[in-house]
Nanobody, 125 residues
Framework: QVLLVESGGGSVQTGGSLRLSCATSGRTFSSYVMGWFRQAPGKDREFVAAIARSGASTYYAPSVKGRFTISGDNAKITVFLQMNSLKPEDTAVYYC??????????????????WGQGTQVTVSS
C-alpha cells in the first residue's frame, strides 16, 4: 500500500507560481511512475505531468509544458510540481498518483494504482 499526501495548493493571480508536494508513505518512487492529474469542476480528470525511472524520464501535457516542472527529492519520497506562469484555466483540484510497473499508459488516470486526496489550486485573473 502506498499513501500519498498532497500539499502546497492555494490561490494566486495570473502569472503567479505555486509548488505542489506529494509525500509518499516512506517508499521510494523508484519502482513507480509518479503522476500529477487535475480535475476542474464539471470536467474529466486530466493528465498534467509524470516522472519515471527515478527521474530519468518526465512527461507533460501540452497545456503545461514549459510552465510546469515535475521532480523528486534525492531521497525519492517526495514528488514536486513546480507551476509557473499560472493561468485561470489551471484552476482545478490537483491529484498525485502512483503507478506500478513500466511507463506505459501514463497519460490515463485508469492506469494508476494509488491516489492522494487532492489539493485545490485557484488562479484568478
Amino acid at each position: 500500500q502506498v499513501l500519498l499526501v498532497e500539499s502546497g495548493g492555494g490561490s494566486v493571480q495570473t502569472g503567479g507560481s505555486l509548488r505542489l508536494s506529494c509525500a509518499t508513505s516512506g517508499r521510494t518512487f523508484s519502482s513507480y511512475v509518479m503522476g500529477w492529474f487535475r480535475q476542474a469542476p464539471g470536467k474529466d480528470r486530466e493528465f498534467v505531468a509524470a516522472i519515471a525511472r527515478s527521474g530519468a524520464s518526465t512527461y507533460y501535457a501540452p497545456s503545461v509544458k514549459g510552465r510546469f516542472t515535475i521532480s523528486g527529492d534525492n531521497a525519492k519520497i517526495t514528488v514536486f510540481l513546480q507551476m509557473n506562469s499560472l493561468k485561470p484555466e489551471d484552476t482545478a483540484v490537483y491529484y498525485c498518483a502512483a503507478k506500478r510497473g513500466p511507463a506505459y499508459g501514463i497519460y490515463s488516470s485508469s492506469e494508476y494504482d494509488y491516489w492522494g486526496q487532492g489539493t485545490q489550486v485557484t488562479v484568478s485573473s
